[in-house]
């Protein structure tokens, strides 16, 4: 593998990164804590909407991520040629 | 024998057999199987071992109690030990993965080419985890004494003794097999009672659901959320859904450090170190927050029914109707059962026999002090003071209008919320055993983790990579063997006589491994620059700027009377932007990371080896970058 072509793998992976990242950030420090008092004046069923991130949704979506990343980067692996066997 | 105890002699020791006969299926040939299982754990069954192995007795018995009272302030335990989850799966586990050791001192100090900086990473981590294992031993204990019947003393030998027999035998292989049966235990222990009340409380079965469903308790189509908030705020508590917890800056510093405290427990990240590929490393993490997500989404509603509960069986009727609360003669037996153990602890103020349970401005804690001091005949003059204070304050509200005197509910213990669950929502008594099986799976499984931890830092880095590097693999295993035996001893040595501290240990090892170790394993992998001078500046700043703040509030290791807040130079209690000490390690880690920026900005650029090193370890395929050099 060229360094090159390496350094380009390793961008992909960081773009990756910081997207997810983002939404990670987003759905807890975003909506469940700064956010939350204007979240909350919508309901979601019985739930405050601020206050279903903060206790439920933002997990949701923690696990959402984990999975999406694997899938990326297993992708992203083949295509650059440096997925294990 | 009550019929309860049997239950659970019969459910606890069939589950101890079997943790027993895995031990003795599962033993450790080599130290590759003693320290990650062989390396060829399936990722889902690393995933249900690492969320037995993350979830402590805190997590089952404690959270939704703290959630309960905390309301909305407790989602910071939510958030903050799941999305440190998001960090180990993105940053950390599949790079420790594919440098393919077998302990994190072992990582930090081969990255950063140097033993002083092993021995710091090990120190860290022994202080992290020895005092996160003595909350699982207290925790071992307390579950023996409340529901076996059986002295604490020798409930924590009993648990010592069952982890001893499948953590030496068989290591990590014994522990992660053993770690699997133990999360089946404690998650249908967690749910079945979930499952129950929500159905009794809302009509849906699913707690998640329930949780956002209307109550159905008196068919007037409220929200039980919206119930709950109308129950707490008439009785003067602040309401469910809002409450904050400090600050909104001190949640946000809180979850932060709790995250990456969780990211950077070392017993947490040898898990990884199982799975046969980089890839499972990847999917591994992924399935152990599916499984610890299904307890984490079922605590939040554990928490605001059994709230419910414990208020609508206190305050039968409207708020000052004399009629309104319940009768003290005519509690249920459940409320008797726990005023024995002194979780529950009932005074009657106003003398009118029926319990007041209200927020009253602190007047009850007052008047309790002023008994205190009486009874020790000092500081009887501030502590009369306090009460008077609390009295005219107390007089303004609707309460005192009513003729209560006082909260009368002097101990609610947050534990309770789990323990007594079953019981307030009438399950049958073998729910009970399973929820005490449940608690003790809980604690055993992350002490095993930990004592590993502990004790391959202590054979792998300090015996082998450090002291006798010619030591033999079969002396090597003994030497994991033996300190698997003293880390044992120590923690049940610790667990029978708690330094004091036993209550802070927590917030202690997640600001330890927040502050320390977090911060230079992610700078070695992302920060090809980071030097040896940088990395253990680093470690040694975020341990000590985090030691110092947590032992200027709580004393010296914990000891009493030992605390050192300066007022005087601006440095009250929580002087730095209001954020507690429990929250600190954010703070630490934030300290960490600029001081290994700056000192290794500084210094001379790490060797060529080490830069390659670092580009392997970014690269998931072994055989071809080995090569390539």
Sequence with gaps: MTPDKRADYWKANLRYLVVLLVVW???????????????NAIHLGGYPLGFWFAQQGSIYIFVALIFIYAALMNRLDKTYDVEED | MTELELWSYGIVGATFALYIGIALWSRAGSTREFYVAGGGVHPVANGMATAADWMSAASFISMAGMIAFGGYGGSVFLMGWTGGYV???LLLAPYLRKFGKFTVPEFIGDRYYSNGARVVAVICLILASVTYVIGQMTGVGVAFSRFLGVSYEWGIAVGMGIVAIYAILGGMKGITYTQIAQYVVLILAYTIPAIFISLTLTGNPIPQLGLGGDYVG???????????????????????TT?????KLNMFAYTLSLMIGTAGLPHVIIRFFTVPKVRDARYSAGWALVFIAILYTTAPAVGAMARLNLMETIQTGPVGDPQGNLVYDERPDWFKRWETTGLLKFKDWNGDGRIQYYSDGGLAEAKLKLADAKSKNTGIEAAEKAVAAAETKHSATKFAGYGWQGNEMVTVNNDIMVLANPEIAGLPAWVIALVVAGGLAAALSTAAGLLLAISSAISHDLLKGVFMPTITEKNELLAGRLSMIAAILLAGYLGLNPPGFAAGTVALAFGLAASSLFPVIIMGIFFKRLNKEGAIAGMITGIMVTLFYVFQHKGIFFVKGTEFLMPELGMGANWFFGITPEAFGAV????????????????????EHIQHLVEDVRIPRGAGVAVAH
């Design chain 1, 25 to 39: 950030f987003l759905v807890s420090y975003g909506f469940g804590i700064l956010l939350v008092e204007p979240l």
């Design chain 2, 87 to 89: 960090l180990l799966a």
């Design chain 2, 218 to 240: 008196d068919g007037a189509g409220v929200s039980l959320l919206a119930r709950l908030d109308q129950v707490v705020t008439d009785l003067g508590f602040k309401q469910y």
């Design chain 2, 243 to 247: 409450q904050v917890m400090g600050s």
């Design chain 2, 588 to 607: 630490g880690a934030l300290a960490n990371f600029l001081i290994a920026a700056i000192v290794s900005a500084l210094t001379a650029p790490p060797p």
